[in-house]
């Protein structure tokens, strides 16, 4: 039963924001003058969802609803009721009369967040390091039967940008790899996994928020522009959303930052024209939490869903959208036309999911662990009920988690098969990343510190740990009589080692949201860059000038710059192990003593130097007056693409990992399946899109309940007061040129760009052009072990694109391959969206030369790749040099 308690929670909950996000008037300030040649061109109106065929179904199960529906329902499920207003992160407002519920939107990518029971997953950057499609899913589905559980029906991941273009950003971790492919297959499979257990997906963040600092906007200061050429935003940025599209995602969270000036919340180009004509997006577009900042505007510019909607000023009770976007419908600024598709995306995409069917409500609340608790914390004057029932959705999740975190650990040294080790073996750890926080694995809030084995970021994006395993418990359980100094300063007086003692030294770099600082880090490493924290690089040295014999491991969030010490004759060993989640401590220990081979490969390549990079990725924007200009000027050379241009080679390329066995490539050969065209077939057309009447509705649709109602003081309603409606419907009735839109403006429906066509793009651009086939053997004799084959393509010669040397396309992990001779053929496709380039001129996908030679690179690293297949004669050959 509910009993009233005054709140207290949303005091220390909410000062934070409003520290952060202070907010007086109205956020959007002219904007600045971004770099010449970057302009965000108007694209009106937004396009009407529902014209694709897999999705019809649902469509007309939501406009039987929406057509129901009253203007106060529509924009009530388009907004959130505020923040810490239910038990959620994000809870929309219902339409019960119809039998639509609260939806429930739950962070993060790699669990059920602030909760119990629930699994803390390995995060994205280390499912990313596996390779291993199958994992990718296995992990979705594990994490989607956890939100179901939960009963959270939007599931806010996976993250796949930031794409990791900067070294430095602090969210690269929550995505997998700086490579679209390897972000797209990895966002793909988490969709998929996902969303075949009823829960909406969201891929985010849309786009380019590759840094933290000064991210969002805020009154004094917009954030900071990413200007991106068009041809680099299709070949890098946007291809793992066209990825998470054409596996038919139901949700999409715009980013923070702009993109050439114009806010990612409200970026016409972006939202009407790339996002929901080009690439045929069906679901719903969601703001980033607190980054909704004008009322019409946004609406215009195809915004579906205002989150956590609140205005900037969270826990006033105030919104630039539900009663306000009520009373812009009634006073004629957003045409209805555009609120029933925003309400119909919403709704069609919880019929296309078949949340429909008994879904669950949630059990639990984000804003308290205690079984009862304030069910509106941010009203003060709450009633109180029960919250949470501490459901276990965990299962045996641990074993996906685990499997995850120990296929991603990546070797990237083992000079005189240092590993694996003997559990006999005469072993003295060092450092404090070796074993769990002494304050508890959940002691700070949002991770946002680094005591203790680094398992995962800080910020929104992490879960909190059920347990931890931690590497030395693991360890000791194989080793009682491992000698541990949980220091990060090398102690003095040890006695000098025997020649076979090993010393493992555990080191970690650690990153987050910008919401929080840690160590002078202000979510992006920006103090620590890419040193080990904590001195780690000094500890790891200390321990190789003592011992002959040194394991180094590494918890990490991105690259380092390993130069100080991995040269040194005794650091023989050196694994990462990436962010393994809860599930640290067994996942390591069974291969640093072998009871499995490494098999994880590096998602990112790690150079010598941070300067090995241009400016423009080296570097953090810094402060500067007005919109920071962050111009992607490298364009598409990031990360392997950049070094492999200039000819610099990286200390360990992207794609590289050893294993304690070895494998050979051998009888590859390719087939051509689809014969390719310049340009992909025309498009299939637009099918028919539910249709409403677009009539401005009675002021009577707005009024709110004058008696039998429970208001909840600054909770967000969408009803309007009697005379604020009917004064909005005069306005409405007076005609449309009261308001001023954008330029460009435009009510008429098109039949969308020739690029599009389906989920995703022109669905063509899936046609496989050619299928390879390769053999891998296990030419070792002691270990198992799986491999992993990655091809890379190589355009024709002499065409007039520029393209990067190589660019990953496919990949494929072998099952485990046994020791002597296992061996598994493995199947690797290439798609014509693979072998095109983006025209900026033909704003279509092209084939530079359909019958050029394409050579597929083939092999286990960006830069072992010895095997090469060509499209022209359809021949493979082996023994090749590597072309990078
Ligand atoms: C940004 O500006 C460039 C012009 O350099 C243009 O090609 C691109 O399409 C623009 N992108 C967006 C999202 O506005
Ligand atoms: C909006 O949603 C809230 C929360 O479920 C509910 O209390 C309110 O009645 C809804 N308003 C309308 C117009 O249905
Ligand atoms: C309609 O209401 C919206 C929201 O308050 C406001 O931004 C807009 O200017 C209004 N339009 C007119 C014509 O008054
Ligand atoms: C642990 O040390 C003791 C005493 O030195 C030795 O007898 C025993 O074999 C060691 N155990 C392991 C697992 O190394
Ligand atoms: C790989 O296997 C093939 C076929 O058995 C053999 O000809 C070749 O020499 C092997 N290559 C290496 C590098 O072991
Ligand atoms: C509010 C609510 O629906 N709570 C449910 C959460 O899940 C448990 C276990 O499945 C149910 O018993 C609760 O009723």
Request: glycine share 10%; aromatic share 10%; proline share 7%.
């Amino acid at each position: 039963m509910a009993a009233f308690g005054v709140g207290s929670v949303w005091l220390s909950l909410g000062l934070t924001l409003l520290l952060q996000v202070p907010c007086l008037a109205n956020p959007v300030q002219p904007r600045d003058r971004v770099p010449d040649g970057y302009y965000a061109p108007p694209y009106y109106p937004a396009p009407h969802g529902g014209w694709v065929p897999s999705w019809q179904q649902s469509y007309a199960k939501a406009q039987k609803l929406v057509s129901q529906m009253t203007l106060a329902e529509k924009t009530n499920i388009t907004g959130g009721v505020g923040m810490y207003m239910g038990p959620c992160v994000g809870n929309t407002g219902s339409a019960l009369r119809l039998g639509f519920p609260q939806l429930c939107l739950q962070d993060s990518a790699l669990g059920v967040a602030s909760t119990d029971h629930a699994t803390a997953f390995p995060a994205g950057i280390t499912t990313g390091a596996t390779w291993d499609k199958q994992l990718m899913y296995a992990r979705g589905v594990a994490l989607g039967k956890e939100f179901k559980g939960k009963g959270a029906n939007v599931y806010l991941g996976p993250t796949v940008g930031p794409m990791g273009r900067k070294p430095l950003g602090g969210r690269n971790w929550e995505g997998f790899g700086s490579d679209p492919v390897l972000q797209a297959v990895a966002g793909a499979m988490t969709i998929k996994g996902v969303q075949e257990q009823g829960v909406i997906a969201t891929i985010k963040h849309l786009i380019a928020n590759e840094q933290e600092m000064y991210r969002m906007y805020n009154p004094l200061k917009p954030g900071y522009s990413s200007n991106i050429d068009d041809r680099t935003l299709h070949e890098l940025y946007l291809w793992p959303f066209a990825e998470g599209i054409h596996e038919g995602v139901g949700a999409v969270m715009s980013a923070y930052n702009a993109v050439n000036g114009s806010a990612c919340s409200q970026n016409a180009y972006l939202l009407n024209g790339i996002l929901k004509d080009e690439l045929g997006f069906q679901g719903f577009v969601m703001s980033d939490w607190f980054s909704h900042m004008s009322g019409v505007p946004s609406a215009l510019a195809g915004l579906d869903m205002s989150m956590p909607g609140d205005t900037m000023l969270p826990l006033s009770g105030t919104s630039y959208w539900k009663y306000e976007l009520t009373r812009s419908v009634l006073n004629g600024s957003v045409p209805l036309d555009r609120l029933n598709d925003m309400a119909t995306r919403i709704v069609a995409a919880w019929y296309q999911l078949g949340q429909d069917q008994n879904y669950p409500r949630p059990n639990f609340s984000a804003n308290t662990k205690d079984k009862n608790g304030l069910l509106y914390p941010a009203a003060v004057l709450s009633p109180i009920g029960q919250v949470n029932w501490f459901v276990d959705v965990q299962a045996d999740h641990y074993l996906v988690a685990r499997q995850v975190a120990q296929d991603a650990i990546t070797l990237l040294k083992n000079q005189e098969s240092l590993l694996p080790v003997a559990p006999s073996s005469h072993i003295t750890v060092f450092g404090t990343d070796a074993a769990v926080n002494p304050d508890g694995a959940n002691a700070c809030g949002n991770r946002a510190c680094n005591k203790g084995t680094l398992g995962i970021g800080w910020g929104s994006g992490v879960a909190d740990y059920p347990y931890f395993d931690d590497p030395i418990t693991a360890i000791r359980k194989r080793n009682a009589n491992v000698t541990f100094y949980n220091t990060d300063s090398f102690p003095n007086n040890l006695a000098t080692p025997s020649d076979d003692e090993i010393a493992m030294v555990f080191i970690s770099s650690d990153s987050g949201e910008n919401t929080f600082t840690v160590e002078g880090n202000h979510g992006d490493r920006d103090s620590s860059k890419l040193a080990a924290w904590h001195n780690g690089d000094e500890l790891v040295k200390r321990a190789a000038a003592k011992y002959k014999n040194v394991v180094v491991v590494v918890h990490t969030v991105g690259p380092l710059i390993l130069e100080s010490w991995i040269d040194l004759p005794s650091v023989k060993a050196v694994l990462f192990a990436h962010l393994p989640g809860q599930e640290a401590g067994e996942s390591l220990a069974g291969i640093l003593f072998g009871d499995v081979s490494p098999s994880g490969h590096l998602p990112y390549s790690i150079t010598k130097s941070a300067s090995d990079y241009p400016d423009s990725i080296a570097n953090l924007r810094g402060y500067a007056l007005g919109q920071i200009q962050d111009t992607y000027t490298e364009g598409l050379y990031i990360d392997y693409r950049h070094l492999n241009k200039a000819k610099i080679q990286p200390r360990f390329a992207f794609g590289h990992g050893l294993s304690y066995t070895t494998f050979n490539f051998s009888s590859a050969s390719i087939r051509l399946v689809t014969e390719l065209s310049p340009v992909p077939p025309p498009r299939p057309g637009k099918a028919p899109v539910p249709s409403y009447s677009t009539d401005i509705p009675p002021a009577s649709e707005a009024y709110g309940p004058t008696t039998g109602f429970n208001y909840i003081w600054r909770y967000l309603y969408s009803w309007l007061p009697t005379s604020e409606a009917d004064s909005a419907r005069a306005i409405g009735a007076a005609g449309k040129d009261k308001y001023t839109y954008p330029t460009g403006y435009s009510e008429t429906q098109t039949s969308g760009p020739e690029s599009g066509g389906a989920e995703g793009g022109n669905p063509a651009l899936w046609d496989v052009a050619y299928e390879i086939s390769v053999t891998i053997r296990n030419s070792g004799d002691k270990f198992r072990g799986k491999a992993v084959a990655q091809a890379y393509v190589q355009f024709p010669a002499g065409i007039e694109w520029d393209t990067p040397v190589i660019q990953l396309r496919d990949f494929e992990k072998t099952d485990v391959l046994e020791a002597g001779g296992g061996e598994e053929t493995v199947t690797l496709r290439l798609t014509r969206k693979d072998l095109s380039v983006w025209d900026v001129r033909a704003q279509n996908w092209v084939v530079p030369k359909v019958d050029g030679r394409y050579t597929v690179w083939i092999g286990e690293g960006s830069d072992r790749l010895f095997l090469a297949c060509y499209t022209d004669t359809l021949t493979c050959e082996a023994g090749l040099e590597s072309p990078v």
